[in-house]
Nanobody, 125 residues
């Protein structure tokens, strides 16, 4: 079964940047659409960005558009979420997820079958 491992979370000041990584050891991620989600306490999990398996097209939610970007490094079997111009409201746990079923990508939880353990991102001065 595909296992996803996230890394790169941490504490950053408002306006700063972080890059989250989503890696897998036994399966090649280029066969999967990869989504990034976040979930604040007491709120529903929100899809923020994703990259397709077919043509590496990407999607970003309005709340992060122009600030967050998803990309792949197939040589490292890793997908990245580059987060720039971070705001305090971006503080929460971020999850990567994988889907072998969709050719594009989207922000819907039901499209994804495999989930990472989550990485905490804290934006604070």
């Amino acid at each position: 079964q595909l296992q996803l491992v996230e890394s790169g979370g941490g504490l950053v000041q408002p306006g700063g940047s972080l890059r989250l990584s989503c890696a897998a050891s036994e399966f090649t991620l280029d066969r999967y659409a990869i989504g990034w989600f976040r979930q604040a306490p007491g709120k529903e999990r929100e899809g923020v960005s994703c990259i397709s398996s077919s043509d590496d097209s990407t999607y970003s939610a309005d709340s992060v558009k122009g600030r967050f970007t998803t990309s792949r490094d197939n040589a490292k079997n890793t997908v990245y979420l580059q987060m720039n111009s971070l705001k305090t409201e971006d503080t929460t746990v971020y999850y990567c997820a994988a889907s072998p079923r969709i050719t594009g990508c989207g922000p819907h939880i039901y499209e994804y079958d495999y989930w990472g353990q989550g990485a905490q991102v804290t934006v604070s001065s």
